[in-house]
């Protein structure tokens, strides 16, 4: 199975950032970048997902596949912004581990909740312009969130991952 691997697409943005001899970056390549860094996020916390349901084992099995894919954006940020919340909405907190989500899990939430948004403007918004700074700061957020989810306390990933996997009612 190849999966997608999140550090490729931060490297492929990082080479776009690094174009030396050009001039200015061109706006095509900035707007990449932040692309790139929030789908290195996404590919990162849906793995972690398919990976705590089924095991890493199971990777080639089509399961592992279902959970992996049943992950929409949509849904994903959904779950970020509820976890950011200063108060827990009740179908989140009877999920909550003891001792809370914790500070790397609120930081995860709000990188891909800013990444997405900048990657929906990268995207579709023709009138905006984009920085390299600011390009360099998103993709530094996307490494920085996938460095906490791989450093999670077991019992906080667990209930991040499955309320990203399984809606709660």
Known sequence: MALINPEHLFSQADALLLQIGR?????????????????????????????????????????????????????????????????????????????????????????????QDRRHAADYDPSLSFLQTDARAALQTARSAVNRLAHLRADQRRAFLYLILFEPR
Do not use: M
């Open 23 to 115: 001039g200015s970056l061109r706006q095509a390549d900035l707007r990449r970048t932040f692309s790139n860094a929030y789908y290195g996020l996404f590919h990162a916390i849906l793995t972690a997902a398919a990976d705590e349901a089924l095991g890493r084992t199971r990777r080639k099995d089509p399961l592992w596949t279902l959970a992996y894919r049943s992950v929409s954006h949509q849904r994903l940020k959904s779950i970020c912004n509820d976890l950011q919340a200063a108060t827990l909405k009740p179908k989140i907190r009877r999920y909550e581990p003891p001792g809370g989500f914790g500070g790397h899990v609120i930081t995860i939430a709000g990188a891909v909740s800013d990444l």
